[in-house]
């Protein structure tokens, strides 16, 4: 079987050599390039064509998230793994989110690194295990917010954008031309839908699930 061929991609150059040096070890893996930076790993991939791109978040000019979010829109058909030291939920939210193929921490074992490149480049998603069970909670909690939201009706949704943007219930009734009673009427409703007891709450909420950007 061919070796796999990877590009590496990290601001440290101690880092590229030593991954480089472990990867070809056995022959099962070929590392086709490197880059110190995500303007220079877009601009060099179409030359050294990796299978799989091993890619830091971390790095000057344009960062990991930025790179993969290229790459997506462009459709490219390289295998991308994000190899890094962040394993805070935002980061691997942000990547599933955009379509990263496999996600692993810098402390893993070289094994465990060899067995993720493989299953990326054969079709597979690889999330490293220890960071699969709060990945599934965030994304349940997530499914959870989607059906709240779904529950909205579009005047309620009118309503707690105006709340999310500070406004006051006089406010809120003079631009959707309803009373003030009403707004205090669809607020509450808000309120038990979305599970929340306060103003802030329901703001963090709007903001969280993406509804200021809706309208």
Same mark, same amino acid.
């Given at each position: 079987?061919?070796?796999?061929?990877?590009?590496?991609?990290?601001?440290?150059?101690?880092?590229?050599?030593?991954?480089?040096?472990?990867?070809?070890?056995?022959?099962?893996?070929?590392?086709?390039?490197?880059?110190?930076?995500?303007?220079?790993?877009?601009?060099?991939?179409?030359?050294?064509?990796?299978?799989?791109?091993?890619?830091?978040?971390?790095?000057?000019?344009?960062?990991?998230?930025?790179?993969?979010?290229?790459?997506?829109?462009?459709?490219?058909?390289?295998?991308?793994?994000?190899?890094?030291?962040?394993?805070?939920?935002?980061?691997?939210?942000?990547?599933?989110?955009?379509?990263?193929?496999?996600?692993?921490?810098?402390?893993?074992?070289?094994?465990?690194?060899?067995?993720?490149?493989?299953?990326?480049?054969?079709?597979?998603?690889?999330?490293?295990?220890? @960071?699969?069970?709060? @990945?599934?909670?965030? @994304?349940?909690?997530?499914?959870?917010?989607?059906?709240?939201?779904?529950?909205?009706?579009?005047?309620?949704?009118?309503? @707690?954008?105006?709340?999310?943007?500070?406004?006051?219930?006089?406010?809120?009734?003079?631009?959707?031309?309803?009373?003030?009673?009403?707004?205090?009427?669809?607020?509450?409703?808000?309120?038990?839908?979305?599970?929340?007891?306060?103003?802030?709450?329901?703001?963090?909420?709007?903001?969280?699930?993406?509804?200021?950007?809706?309208?």
């Amino acid at each position: 079987m061919n070796a796999i061929r990877v590009m590496i991609v990290d601001d440290h150059s101690l880092i590229r050599e030593g991954l480089k040096q472990l990867l070809e070890f056995d022959g099962s893996i070929k590392v086709v390039g490197e880059a110190a930076n995500g303007v220079e790993c877009l601009e060099n991939l179409e030359k050294y064509d990796p299978e799989v791109l091993l890619l830091d978040i971390n790095m000057p000019e344009m960062n990991g998230i930025e790179v993969l979010k290229k790459m997506k829109e462009k459709q490219s058909s390289v295998k991308v793994l994000i190899l890094t030291v962040h394993n805070e939920l935002e980061y691997l939210m942000n990547a599933v989110d955009i379509g990263v193929e496999g996600y692993i921490m810098k402390d893993s074992e070289s094994a465990e690194l060899k067995k993720a490149i493989r299953a990326v480049r054969d079709g597979e998603n690889y999330i490293q295990s220890s @960071l699969i069970p709060a @990945l599934n909670n965030q @994304l349940l909690n997530r499914d959870v917010d989607k059906d709240k939201v779904a529950s909205l009706t579009n005047r309620e949704l009118e309503v @707690l954008v105006q709340v999310a943007n500070g406004m006051f219930n006089k406010e809120i009734a003079t631009n959707l031309n309803i009373s003030e009673r009403t707004v205090k009427n669809h607020i509450s409703n808000i309120f038990k839908k979305i599970e929340v007891s306060d103003r802030t709450q329901a703001a963090v909420f709007a903001i969280k699930n993406n509804i200021i950007k809706l309208y």
